[in-house]
């Protein structure tokens, strides 16, 4: 049996038990506790906990982790560590501190870069959650790509949606902690260029605005891009909104690549509950190619990285993966705070 702690009940964690779901019967997952200092937000958990169908009797949901492990070794779980990111470092460490060896950390794998160097010299085996690397989207582009032996010019990623009520009602916020707009969506689209240009060689450009809202403005959390040199002269620009770009309050989630022989792969996530993308390719501006995907990439990340820990591999996702994404978002942050 595998299990699994979480830690962080709210939003993502309510999505991360139900991929858990899932996967229980193929990998055999047992979610053995939660904790969230948070009462209503453990409730609702232990709650959907018991209606996805997990072991109820056993499961122990506390408000911290020392209290959970006051009545559990933790030692032989996977801990996965949903906070807001400037508590991923503490409970990362204090998990490793009571023995854990093998820990999932949501993206972005800290708030800041000194975190992120931190929770790369922790021991353990870390897998970061950069579920845009499983996509069936990313994965169809990279062998297309590969196959095609395509040259990329040029990739536009635009992450965008309308956070702004959820961000008034403190999601992903702590204490005095706001998610700088770089750590939202941003990581998804550095690591998908990342997977597929590898890393850049260069920040070339960054820029940032704050949230307006009817009654004041959240600092640096409305939108941004940052634009990036990777190897052969290509290039991408990641831009992402937070407060409904053009006016559309739906998500939107593209990959734009651009080849040379005229060749362009465009990609769209999907960004409803259906969970359904597309992939559409254009030779000369015909479309050539159209594909349809059934794409649940957190559920096949999470699958991913718990075979990863049960066969000892070292992931491809892992917290050197994790802290190049902060490098990145790092130089972004200093750049747009000096050009904006
Ligand atoms: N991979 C993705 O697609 C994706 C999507 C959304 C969010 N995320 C990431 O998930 C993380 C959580 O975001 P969210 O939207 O669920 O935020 P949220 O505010 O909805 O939930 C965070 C929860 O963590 C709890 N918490 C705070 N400190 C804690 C601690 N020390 N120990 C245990 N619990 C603690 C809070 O009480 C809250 O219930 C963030 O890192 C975010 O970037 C990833």
Wanted: overall charge neutral; proline content about 3%; glycine content about 6%.
């Amino acid at each position: 049996m595998v299990d699994i702690i979480i830690v962080g009940c709210g939003t993502q964690g309510q999505a991360h038990i139900r991929c858990y779901a899932k996967l229980k019967d193929m990998l055999n997952i047992n979610i053995a506790g939660a904790v969230d200092p948070d009462e209503k937000q453990l409730n609702a958990f232990q709650h959907l906990h018991s209606k996805l169908g997990f072991d109820t009797r056993r499961a122990l949901f506390k408000n911290n982790l020392s209290e959970l492990s006051k009545e559990l070794d933790i030692s032989n779980s996977i801990v996965d560590v949903i906070t807001p990111n400037n508590c991923h470092y503490s409970c990362a460490k204090e998990a490793i501190d009571m023995g854990t060896k093998r820990i999932i950390i949501e993206k972005p794998l800290a708030h800041d870069l000194s975190d992120a160097k931190n929770i790369e010299k922790l021991g353990g085996v870390i897998g970061v959650i950069e579920n845009y690397l499983f996509s069936s989207i990313t994965q169809h582009i990279q062998k297309f790509i590969e196959e095609q032996k395509l040259k990329t010019i040029f990739v536009k990623t635009e992450f965008s949606k309308n956070r702004r009520i959820e961000s008034l009602e403190g999601r992903g916020i702590f204490e005095d902690y706001i998610p700088h707009v770089f750590t939202i969506e941003i990581p998804h689209q550095i690591a998908v260029v990342s997977y597929l240009l590898e890393f850049p060689k260069n920040v070339c450009d960054a820029w940032c605005h704050d949230m307006i809202l009817p009654d004041g403005r959240i600092s640096s959390h409305g939108e941004g891009a940052i634009t990036l040199a990777h190897k052969d002269g290509a290039t991408s620009y990641n831009f992402s909104c937070l407060q409904g770009y053009q006016h559309l309050s739906i998500k939107y989630r593209t990959i734009r690549i651009y080849c040379e022989d005229a060749i362009k792969i465009f990609g769209y996530y999907p960004t409803t509950i259906d969970l359904e993308g597309s992939i559409l390719v254009y030779r000369d501006q015909d479309l050539i190619e159209k594909h349809r995907f059934i794409d649940d990439s957190m559920t096949e990340t999470l699958k991913y990285l718990i075979k990863c820990f049960m066969e000892n591999k070292k992931p491809l996702n892992d917290a050197n993966f994790g802290r190049k994404i902060m490098e990145i978002i790092n130089t972004g942050t200093v750049l747009a705070k000096k050009f904006c």
